[in-house]
């Protein structure tokens, strides 16, 4: 079992920025990535950013390119999701996940981001 807990959601101004947290316990050595996904309300969840634990690469939405950044920290089994330029369309509860075999398996509590115009 994997346990992810998410922090660092709140509210913001228009262009502003916020910094997630998702911290890793249990059986983490054999993920093969961790990602952030957002759900705004009445809408479906969608992914937004991912890194691969063996070669660092990272992935990221269209949405997001250039305003966002995914990160980690290996000693810490931390993944930080660096969000600038903040929009309004970027409000939604944020999920953290992690990956075994192909597939996000894993998910967080998620934590709400609010972004005002």
């Known amino acids: 079992q994997v346990q992810l807990v998410e922090s660092g959601g709140g509210l913001v101004q228009a262009g502003g920025s916020l910094r997630l947290s998702c911290a890793a316990s249990?059986?983490?050595?054999?993920?093969?990535?961790m990602g952030w996904f957002r759900q705004a309300p009445r809408k479906e969840r969608r992914f937004v950013a991912a890194?691969?634990?063996?070669?660092?690469?990272?992935y990221y939405a269209d949405s997001v390119k250039g305003r966002f950044t995914v990160s980690r920290d290996n000693a810490k089994n931390t993944v930080y999701l660096q969000m600038n330029s903040l929009e309004p369309e970027d409000t939604a509860v944020y999920y953290c996940?992690?990956?075994?075999?192909?597939?996000?398996?894993?998910w967080g509590q998620g934590t709400q981001v609010t972004v005002s115009s």
């Open positions: 249990g059986r983490t050595f054999s993920s093969d990535a």
């Open positions: 996940t992690a990956k075994y075999s192909g597939s996000f398996r894993y």
């Open positions: 890194i691969n634990w063996s070669d660092n690469s990272t």
